[in-house]
């Protein structure tokens, strides 16, 4: 019976035609995704996965511990590559094959931007050219001290439990970090919520008909009759909603990451997140961030197919139905512009979150129970587990007990 509520599914159109978005969709992001951008020594730009094994192998002798000699080391070569003559002169030539050498330890400059920023909201991609290997002992400190600084602005809302919870968190963080070549991880995170986000939609408009097809085709009164209608015939449903959910979510999303991650390398899994994400308070690795992703992806994707879901058992329509996910998903944007403090909490915590994990790790959202506090992430994970569990024998239960009208 499962098997034949997914050929129903697919059998029709709108199923081919959701299918063959959903690959073009994935083979264009994936596209993206890998065109990774190298400059060689002659200042010529190249592109895709063999430019980034070439930026790999240069970046590689940057790999290790960023202590305080790793510091001063980088910061003397990128003043000397910054104040040399390619770098300083006019033509565009020149000043590429000044960014083949500085592109080497790159990520480190990134750092030493954020470090050294005038304040901690401010970001300025010549900050590093201006710092001395003397000012190497400040880059960690100076990580706190610009967190506690804008903590201390008046525009900022901060309970002082937040405040303590957000400087226990960066005091908690390891250090020195540890550096390496992170590229293929820095694309898996800017471009996996695309993928996510779009596998979402589409396994929520799919699964949107199962409870509405016999509605649709008048059906329903045929079907409650049989003898397993409303026991196995239900439960089938159920299975094979669950079943397509998990399908277009980890076949799309592996794909892409086997791709993106196997044709960019996946060097740095061990580094802490901050590489990656510098003002992060959770203090995790690189790949246990994209783990958090993927994971998160999926509990998303269930629960918004399994909302849509429960919306056409009990509506008996496919075209509201998968009207929700959408709503779900853009209206929220749509809010954040101007908001009171306990909407945007609210906001915080809708099922969007989880299929955009990535910027999580880099906003601040904090949510205090009297003198507990913690951060989005967790929350997210343990409110929609829970709901998850909850959601699927409400759809049953609701399906099982429909009225025909």
């Known amino acids: ?185 820095q694309q898996f995170y800017d471009y996996s919520p ?34 397993h209608g409303r026991g196995k015939g239900t439960a089938a449903k159920v299975k094979a909603g669950v079943l397509l959910l998990t399908g277009l979510y980890w076949v799309p999303f592996l794909v892409f990451a086997g791709l993106t991650l196997g044709l960019l390398g996946t060097d740095g899994a061990g580094c802490p997140v901050q590489v990656i994400a510098w003002k992060s308070f959770y203090n995790i690795t690189v790949g246990q961030g994209a783990l958090l992703i993927a994971l998160g992806g999926y509990l998303g994707t269930l629960v918004l197919g399994l909302l849509t879901m429960w919306m056409s058992a009990k509506t008996g329509s496919a075209m509201a139905s998968a009207v929700l996910p959408f709503a779900i998903i853009f209206v929220p944007a749509l809010l954040l512009r101007n908001t009171s403090a306990l909407l945007s909490d609210i906001l915080g915590l809708l099922p969007d979150k989880l299929l955009q994990l990535n910027r999580d790790f880099t906003y601040f959202d904090l949510y205090q129970l009297g003198d507990t506090v913690t951060g989005a992430v967790p929350l997210l994970f343990a409110l929609y587990l829970l709901l998850t569990v909850l959601l699927i024998p409400l759809l049953y239960r609701t399906y099982r007990r429909r009225q025909l009208k």
């Open 1 to 185: 019976m499962v098997k034949y509520e997914l050929q129903k599914l697919f059998s029709r159109p709108l199923g081919k035609g959701a299918m063959a978005a959903l690959a073009a969709v994935l083979l264009v992001t994936t596209f993206f995704a890998c065109g990774v951008r190298w400059t060689d020594q002659a200042g010529q730009n190249h592109t895709g996965p063999a430019a980034a094994r070439q930026l790999r192998q240069q970046q590689k002798a940057w790999a290790g511990v960023l202590d305080e000699t790793m510091l001063r080391r980088a910061i003397q070569a990128n003043w000397d590559v910054s104040h040399s003559a390619d770098a300083q002169s006019q033509d565009i030539t020149r000043q590429n094959m000044a960014y083949h050498q500085s592109q080497a330890f790159g990520a480190i400059r990134d750092l030493l931007n954020q470090a050294y920023s005038s304040d901690f909201q401010s970001y300025d991609y010549y900050t590093a050219d201006t710092v001395t290997p003397d000012q190497a002992p400040d880059f960690y400190t100076n990580r706190l001290k610009l967190l506690q600084q804008w903590m201390g602005e008046e525009e900022t809302t901060f309970t002082p439990a937040e405040e303590a919870y957000l400087t226990e968190q960066y005091q908690a963080a390891e250090t020195p970090f540890l550096v390496d070549y992170v590229t293929g991880w």
């Open 194 to 227: 695309t993928v996510i986000m779009l596998s979402a939609l589409i396994a929520s408009f799919l699964v949107a008909g199962i409870f509405a097809q016999e509605s649709q085709w008048k059906a329903d009164a045929i079907f409650f009759s049989t003898r």
